[in-house]
């Protein structure tokens, strides 16, 4: 079963908006992180949030970690036509062995 | 300078053939992965080896057999492939973020 649920499953919005994309996990980790991946291409890192982290920037990139409530979201600001793509959660949980479990992803389209 | 390469990108063959998936990282990293992603973009986890031993083996078909020759290299060899086996497969590797490589399409007839 999935580990991560994204939300929303597909976000269409302008350029120069920003994008909010969500995701919820159901047991313990190590760390959340998030990829990219454009359409027939592999993925591609973006952050990673350790579980004692609560907010990291990278970039327009802005990610929280609410280890309570297990859930996550991805901000992207001023938002470019270029980051038009899906974006995965995936979790590392406690067992080791860098296991990601990947949530099913947002698809987020920018419109010029 | 690409640093995790798949071979082939695309791949058709019939039911019951026998096929490989070749996968080579020139990161120096001691861990890699072979994952599937099904038409709904479900990325799963099959197997995963570090430093040339098996550490994940998810519920796969026997038929999935992974081989690492070294540290550098993973490959995936199907037996007796099936229609469901049709999916785009990512090798990956890392240290701490995952580095994916470009997909494998299978297509399965």
């Given at each position: 079963?999935?580990?991560?649920?994204?939300?929303?499953?597909?976000?269409?919005?302008?350029?120069?908006?920003?994008?909010?994309?969500?995701?919820?996990?159901?047991?313990?980790?190590?760390?959340?992180?998030?990829?990219?991946?454009?359409?027939?291409?592999?993925?591609?890192?973006?952050?990673?949030?350790?579980?004692?982290?609560?907010?990291?920037?990278?970039?327009?990139?802005?990610?929280?970690?609410?280890?309570?409530?297990?859930?996550?979201?991805?901000?992207?600001?001023?938002?470019?036509?270029?980051?038009?793509?899906?974006?995965?959660?995936?979790?590392?949980?406690?067992?080791?062995?860098?296991?990601?479990?990947?949530?099913?992803?947002?698809?987020?389209?920018?419109?010029? | 300078?690409?640093?995790?390469?798949?071979?082939?990108?695309?791949?058709?063959?019939?039911?019951?053939?026998?096929?490989?998936?070749?996968?080579?990282?020139?990161?120096?990293?001691?861990?890699?992965?072979?994952?599937?992603?099904?038409?709904?973009?479900?990325?799963?986890?099959?197997?995963?080896y570090n430093n040339k031993e098996l550490i994940i083996n998810e519920t796969v078909p026997n038929r999935f057999s992974p081989k690492s020759p070294d540290k550098a290299h993973l490959n995936l060899h199907i037996n007796s492939l099936e229609l469901g086996d049709s999916a785009v497969y990512f090798c990956a590797s890392s240290q701490y973020e995952?580095?994916?490589?470009?997909?494998?399409?299978?297509?399965?007839?």
């Amino acid at each position: 079963s999935q580990q991560g649920e994204e939300d929303p499953q597909a976000l269409s919005i302008q350029e120069g908006e920003n994008a909010t994309m969500n995701c919820s996990y159901k047991t313990s980790i190590n760390n959340l992180q998030w990829y990219r991946q454009n359409s027939g291409r592999g993925l591609v890192h973006l952050i990673l949030i350790r579980s004692n982290e609560r907010e990291k920037h990278s970039g327009r990139l802005r990610v929280t970690l609410d280890t309570s409530k297990k859930s996550s979201s991805l901000l992207i600001t001023a938002s470019r036509a270029a980051d038009t793509a899906s974006y995965f959660c995936a979790t590392d949980g406690a067992g080791g062995y860098n296991k990601l479990i990947f949530g099913a992803g947002t698809r987020l389209a920018v419109h010029p | 300078d690409t640093a995790v390469s798949q071979t082939p990108k695309y791949l058709v063959t019939q039911m019951g053939n026998d096929k490989s998936i070749k996968c080579e990282q020139n990161l120096g990293h001691d861990t890699m992965y072979w994952y599937k992603q099904d038409s709904k973009k479900f990325l799963k986890i099959m197997f995963s080896y570090n430093n040339k031993e098996l550490i994940i083996n998810e519920t796969v078909p026997n038929r999935f057999s992974p081989k690492s020759p070294d540290k550098a290299h993973l490959n995936l060899h199907i037996n007796s492939l099936e229609l469901g086996d049709s999916a785009v497969y990512f090798c990956a590797s890392s240290q701490y973020e995952q580095y994916f490589g470009p997909g494998t399409r299978l297509t399965v007839t």
